[in-house]
């Protein structure tokens, strides 16, 4: 299992595309930001937004943006796995904290959103024996972390 945090889908798509042709059985995971909704549009192969695309009202400025593109939603539709992930704000800048105490690695908030997916209990039920984080984006003032 990959997680990918997503924005538009062009790095979940790419790497959807890429896993499938290394291992068809690897799941890549979208993790999306609470409002994207991007779950049933998958599990339906169609968009099911109404409207133009709306940035959410999250910290997560990177994969804030609403609809998953016109191009890469078939893409996702048809290597990506139905399942997807969604995190708070709250829960991403924890595991940015956890990422610099434990991995000594910093992330912005976007990136975060991985690693707090697989800090959550919900997570702890998966199955995948191999867990993969997409840590992406230097989006981050190392002297402005929102956890001091």
Known sequence: MILVPISGGGLTSGISIAAARVNPKTQVCPVEPVGKDLQPSLEANARLWTGPP?????????????????????????????????????????????SWE????????????????VLSEGFRSETAQKIG?????????VDKLMWN
């Open 54 to 98: 709306q940035f959410l009202p999250s910290i997560a400025d990177a994969i804030r943006i609403q609809q998953a593109g016109d191009i890469t939603f078939p893409i996702m539709c048809q290597y990506t796995a139905k399942k997807v992930f969604t995190v708070k704000d709250d829960d991403m800048i924890k595991a940015m904290k956890w």
């Open 102 to 117: 434990n991995l000594k690695v910093v992330v912005e908030v976007s990136s975060a959103a991985g690693v707090a997916v």
């Open 133 to 141: 984080v997409i840590l992406s984006g230097g989006n981050c003032l």
